[in-house]
């Protein structure tokens, strides 16, 4: 291959990586080329990227960028697929969920989710339940809001609950 070549995709690869808040490396060695086409139509369908990657240029994609990506280039060996996506459980559930079919491949070698640097195929659960940033948001405002809905219910009873005492106080006089 020729440098400029080369270069080029260093260069998208940097480019990728940017643009893409999360990415998961994962091992394709054992899958054939019909299961590895069932991975991408899956990929496809969940809004995942999945692209193969020359370890080399990958990782000298890594060196260009700014962050903890150099402790992800310790797992750059043998046939490795980059998946790209924007939730950062989608990939390990369907990992998870495409491993279980295909005797555990892919496999995941490391990820990189909501800022974070996840090394080995130990970490996949770790990153199924991994909640995006929306989410802990609607959970904080779902916290947030079951109070509120208390004491409105307190304020909206209140009148029927005076009307009740008093009419079980002028019961009692009578």
């Known amino acids: 291959m020729k440098k400029e070549d080369k270069n080029l995709l260093i260069d998208q690869f940097v480019e990728d990586i940017k643009n893409n808040a999360h990415f998961y490396l994962v091992d394709l060695t054992a899958l054939d080329s019909v299961t590895t086409s069932d991975l991408r139509r899956a990929c496809f369908k969940q809004g995942i990227r999945l692209v193969m990657a ?3 240029l ?3 994609a ?3 960028m700014e962050g903890d990506y150099p402790q992800l280039k310790e797992v750059l060996k043998g046939t490795t697929g980059v998946m790209y996506c924007d939730t950062a459980n989608a990939p390990g ?12 491949m892919p496999a ?15 970490q996949l659960d770790t990153l199924v339940h991994i909640k995006s940033k ?11 809001e079951s109070p509120m809905q208390n004491v409105i219910s307190c304020v909206e009873s209140a009148p029927n ?5 008093l009419d079980t106080l002028a019961e009692r006089e009578g």
């Open 62 to 64: 890594l060196d260009k």
């Open 161 to 165: 609950t005076i009307h009740g005492l």
């Open 58 to 60: 990958f990782g000298k």
């Open 134 to 144: 929306k989410e802990l948001i609607a959970d904080v405002v779902a916290m947030l």
């Open 108 to 122: 995941l070698k490391a990820a990189y989710a909501e800022e974070s640097v996840y090394i080995g195929a130990d």
């Open 93 to 104: 559930k369907l990992i998870k969920d495409f491993g279980k079919k295909h005797n555990g």
């Open 54 to 56: 020359k370890n080399t």
